[in-house]
C-alpha cells in the first residue's frame, strides 16, 4: 500500500523536485497556448529553482511536496495573494487583488503528467487551503488558463469559482493568454 505524506520545501532536493514537476506540468497543461519555444527554452526543470529558494528564505510563500512513498507526485506554492507585477510569470503582467484584501492564495499546482487524475492534486490543493486557513486568510484566491478546461472542472470540484477576472499573461511571439481567477471563502 503506498504511502502518501507531504513535505514543506526547505532544501535544494525539495526545490529540484518541484521545479522538474512545474516543467512537466507546465509543458503537458499549456502546449499550444504557449509558444512552443518558450516551452522547450525557457521552462526546463531547473528553471524554477532560484525562484523556490527564494520564495523559502524570503518566506514571501511556501512549497508544499505530496510524495508517494519517496517519490514526489505533486507541489504547490500557496501563501499571501499576490497583487502587482508579477515579473517570474511576464514582465508586463500586473494582478489587481484589490478585492481580495488580506486572502491568501494558491500561486501554483501542479502534479507529475502520468499521474493526473490519481486524486494526487485533490489532496494537495486540500491541504494547501487547510493551511491557509488555519493561518488566519479568510479566503483562497487562484489562476487557471481559460482553455484548462479539466483544471477548471478541478478546482469547482474543491468548491472554487470563478469572479469574472480575466488576467492577461503576455508571452513571446505576441501571444497573449488568458488566466481566471477563481475564489473559495475560507
Known amino acids: 500500500m503506498p504511502e502518501l505524506h507531504f513535505v514543506d520545501a526547505s532544501t535544494e532536493a525539495h ?16 502546449r499550444g ?3 512552443d519555444d518558450y516551452l522547450r527554452e525557457v521552462i526546463t526543470e531547473e528553471h524554477w529553482v532560484p ?3 527564494d520564495d523559502y528564505s524570503t ?7 505530496l510524495y508517494e512513498n519517496d517519490h514526489p507526485v505533486a507541489c504547490c506554492t500557496y501563501g499571501p495573494i499576490r497583487s502587482g507585477s508579477s515579473p517570474r510569470q511576464s514582465a508586463e503582467m500586473v494582478i489587481d487583488s484589490s ?11 501542479y502534479t507529475e503528467p502520468g499521474r493526473t487524475s490519481s486524486g494526487f492534486g485533490g489532496i494537495l490543493l486540500e491541504e494547501a ?17 481559460e482553455e484548462n478546461q479539466g483544471a477548471r472542472r478541478f478546482y469547482e470540484r474543491h468548491g472554487f469559482s470563478w469572479d469574472g477576472t480575466v488576467q492577461l499573461v503576455p508571452f513571446p511571439h505576441g501571444i497573449v493568454c488568458r488566466d481566471l481567477r477563481y475564489v473559495k471563502t475560507l
Do not use: Q
Open 129 to 145: 487551503v487547510d493551511r491557509l486557513r488555519a493561518a488566519g486568510y479568510p479566503g483562497c484566491t487562484l489562476f487557471v488558463l
Open 51 to 53: 525562484y523556490f529558494r
Open 33 to 35: 497556448a504557449v509558444p
Open 99 to 109: 478585492n481580495y484584501p488580506g486572502w491568501g492564495e494558491v500561486i501554483s499546482l
Open 59 to 65: 518566506k514571501r510563500c511556501k512549497g508544499l511536496l
Open 15 to 30: 526545490f529540484k523536485a518541484m521545479s522538474a514537476i512545474h516543467c512537466r506540468g507546465w509543458r503537458t497543461a499549456y
